[in-house]
């Protein structure tokens, strides 16, 4: 099978104008043309009068070969890639070694708990939080009544923090060995739209992705694995030998009880901060990394529809408007657009009492009023939080502690139009633009819950951003703050092994381990630490 990629069509196309477009473009008549399947689809809209669709395609032809030859320098026309997943091992069908244990259900623990179970391991995988649909009725608890349960909220239970969110399926991670494709067609199998495997950035929406999680978990649970959730886990057993070697044996739950273990992978996640400093107080080692601060910002959606597709806003085949923004400001900091949710609503994502904390959420369908994004200012431990490897938390909690007062002490958030913003002045009206935010905001200064080189850049920033794109810098854009949890602020470092650098039999993974940021990035990662696992676990070295 060939792979022609970067075949450009007008948005409008006719149907049959694809497989012409492939005839034309590989020179061949219709009767050599076998089959065409879509790849791939994106759209180019640089040109808004003239929008483009942009496809890849696997095509069958009668005879392939010379058409090959002809390509050949062609960079566009190749062979169709191998993406099929193939286990690097499975466990004997006499296996009688320690069951792996995963801590936490999110995308990377639950990535790592499906391929140990596909691979006959019989994970047992913990959660602090509760089974999805019972930590969904929590989390609707802070957004409805400000009542804020600090083991089930939208950063933890089942499914872990990606549940309640736009379900951005797309990552920058290099991926040689195409497993986001493992991925993509996991999701698929548990109830995800098919669409995910060709759009060029699919996205499920929030609610599917409640449904999804659940059907993995029945999926686990028929190989043999076990969930077991509202089991958090607090302390470590290491053994420490002769030549001060580390090695993880068992692990304690916050119930008192102690399980004997083998390899456990630790997947808990940027939020679980308790954890991190029992990581640390138990000699694990670990190390601040950087990461980002800011808001959200909010938009009506028919304003970045209008300013990204102009006339053909709207459209169909287009959906809800996206955008990615960055600029690098005079005080040289970055401030950047991040996790942006077309159609959808800012979120309370905070963990813990007396904190706010945004994200953004939305459904599959995109069509809420607003268009919500992070932006946010990059950080970094040398510069703004050296000393402490744990010092990032420190920050964090810093800011969302000042962002609950500032918001009046009941889980509000505090909100600013942007015009206030920009002219140093509280904000005491809200205009055009009507934030999402449940429980509500607090119109207020927000320059009172941010550091005065992220304020001093962001101000410099949203101008500019003005400029790409034509009414963002508008007065009445709403922010609200304080987004402080776009990425782990530490990293539990991990060898080439994939275990702790210094404690045996931890494998630290996903987004709180440092090594991951969004949904496919993490659930990839699981993949990885799941096979790095179970070569340990049978002794393998090499593909079966
Ligand atoms: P998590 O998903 O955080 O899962 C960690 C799990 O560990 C949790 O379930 C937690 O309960 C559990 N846990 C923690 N500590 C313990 C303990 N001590 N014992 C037992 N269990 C424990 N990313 C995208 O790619 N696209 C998006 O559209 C997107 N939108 C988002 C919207 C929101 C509101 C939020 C909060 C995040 C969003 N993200 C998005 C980010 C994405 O959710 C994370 O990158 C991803 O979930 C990280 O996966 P993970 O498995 O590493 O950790």
């Known amino acids: 099978m060939l792979r022609i990629t970067d075949l450009k069509l007008p948005l409008n196309h006719a149907e049959e104008a694809l497989p012409a477009a492939i005839r034309n473009r590989l020179r061949i008549t219709p009767r050599d043309l076998v089959r065409y399947t879509i790849a791939r689809r994106a759209h180019d809209a640089r040109d808004k009068m003239d929008i483009q669709l942009v496809y890849s395609v696997d095509v069958t032809l009668k005879n392939e070969a010379p058409v090959l030859a002809r390509f050949r320098r062609d960079r566009h026309v190749n062979t169709t890639p191998d993406t099929g997943y193939r286990f690097v091992t499975k466990a004997p069908a006499d296996y ?90 996991e999701f698929v199998k548990a109830g995800a739209p098919p669409e995910i495997l060709t759009e060029a950035h699919p996205h499920i929406g929030t609610f599917r992705l409640v449904t999804m999680v659940e059907s993995m978990r029945r999926t686990v649970e028929a190989l043999g694995g076990e969930y077991r959730f509202e089991h958090r886990v607090d302390d470590l057993d290491i053994a420490e030998d002769a030549d001060g070697a580390r090695r993880l044996r068992g692990i304690r739950l916050h119930s008192g009880e102690v399980m004997e273990t083998g390899p456990v992978v630790f997947a808990v996640g940027h939020s679980a901060r308790d954890t991190f400093h029992m990581l640390h107080d138990r000699g694990v080692y670990l190390e601040a990394k950087p990461f980002s601060i800011g808001v959200r910002i909010e938009h009506p959606q028919s304003w970045i529809d209008h300013a990204r597709f102009g006339p053909c806003a709207g459209h169909p085949d287009l959906g809800a408007a996206a955008y990615s923004l960055s600029h690098h400001c005079k005080n040289g900091r970055t401030v950047y657009s991040f996790c942006m949710c077309p159609g959808g609503t800012v979120v309370a994502a905070t963990s813990e009492v007396g904190r706010v904390a945004t994200n953004g959420m939305s459904q599959y369908s995109r069509n809420e009023r607003n268009a919500n994004s992070g932006i946010v200012v990059g950080i970094d431990p040398a510069r703004d939080y050296p000393g402490h490897p744990l010092a990032g938390i420190e920050l964090q909690r810093h800011w969302e502690t000042r962002a609950f007062e500032v918001g009046g002490g009941t889980y509000k958030a505090p909100a600013q139009r942007l015009g206030d913003f920009l002219a140093g002045r509280p904000s005491t009206a809200l205009g055009s633009v009507i934030p999402s935010y449940r429980p509500g905001v607090e119109l207020t200064d927000l320059a009172a819950c941010l550091p005065e080189f992220a304020v001093t850049a962001m101000r410099e920033a949203l101008v500019a951003f003005g400029r790409e794109i034509p009414g963002y810098d508008h007065p009445d854009a709403v922010l609200t703050g304080v987004e402080t949890r776009t990425s782990s602020p530490i990293r539990v470092t991990r060898g080439d092994d994939f275990q702790s650098v210094n404690t045996a039999g931890l494998y630290p993974a996903g987004e709180g381990a440092g090594y991951a940021g969004g949904i496919l990035s993490a659930a990839v990662d699981g993949i990885k630490i799941a096979e790095a696992v179970a070569l340990a676990l049978t002794g393998a070295a090499g593909q079966v």
């Open 96 to 185: 009688a070694g320690p069951r792996p244990v995963v801590v936490g259900a999110g995308p990377c623990g639950l990535f790592a708990g499906l391929i140990l179970a596909q691979m006959g391991f019989r994970p047992i995988i913990l959660d602090r939080g509760k089974v999805v649909r019972e930590r969904t009725k929590d989390t609707w608890g802070l957004w409805r009544r400000s009542e804020l349960n600090p083991e089930s909220n939208v950063q933890f239970g089942e499914g872990g923090a990606g549940t309640f969110s736009d379900g951005k399926l797309w990552s920058q991670i290099k991926d040689p060995r195409h497993l986001g494709r493992k991925v993509l067609i």
